[in-house]
């Protein structure tokens, strides 16, 4: 007997029912590998991936069901994973993420954990912000206002001006720069020697 209950001589449900597994498997598990890799030691993924693909598979009919399986799946891949946690999420890997600024990992880990999981499944992993709300158990306008302190953080932390306000310095420090002498007369000021 298979673990649905079906002879392995399979029936046409049986096939259809672990079709619809294969492919959920196939379109989440790079998200969920992703998402963790932000919140778990990278040794400890692929069990963390593993836990919640085998928690998908006993609870399918629960899973299949649910409005963000993806978001859920995360959570049991965390929480299946906290045992072994260690630390906070690794720093860059240069050799898959080329053209990241090297000050970018220690930023993120020195971020409060709401901000550092709000901008890491937005940005890091294009999660929406109802996925990730739902990820994580807050509201999506919470996930904005994390996102939005941790991108401030980030931005001062790197030294970076978010788009505009490089132009509000600029304008104001012309504003307070003493006006320009004027000569009385027009035309070419004399040469004093």
Known sequence: MGG???SWGE??????????????????????????????PLDVVPDA??????????????VQALDNPAGYLFRVGQ???RRRREGLPPGPD???????????????????PQQRSAVWLVHACGWTYAET????????????????????HLRTSLGAEPPGEATQKHSAL??????RRRSARPGPTPETP
């Open 174 to 179: 012309l504003s307070e720069a003493p006006p």
């Open 94 to 112: 240069p050799a898959r993420l080329p053209e990241v600024e090297p000050a970018l990992g220690p930023a993120l880990r020195a971020l409060a």
């Open 49 to 62: 991936v593993g836990e919640a693909l085998a928690y998908a598979w006993q609870h399918w009919d629960r």
């Open 11 to 40: 029936t046409m449900g049986e096939i259809g029912v672990e079709m619809s597994f294969e492919g959920f498997v196939a379109e989440v598990e790079p998200r969920l590998r992703r998402a963790l890799a932000g919140h778990v």
């Open 79 to 81: 929480s299946r994973s």
């Open 4 to 6: 649905w209950g079906v």
């Open 133 to 152: 709300a739902s990820a994580l158990g807050i509201s999506a306008s919470a996930v904005g206002t994390h996102l939005t302190r941790g991108l401030a």
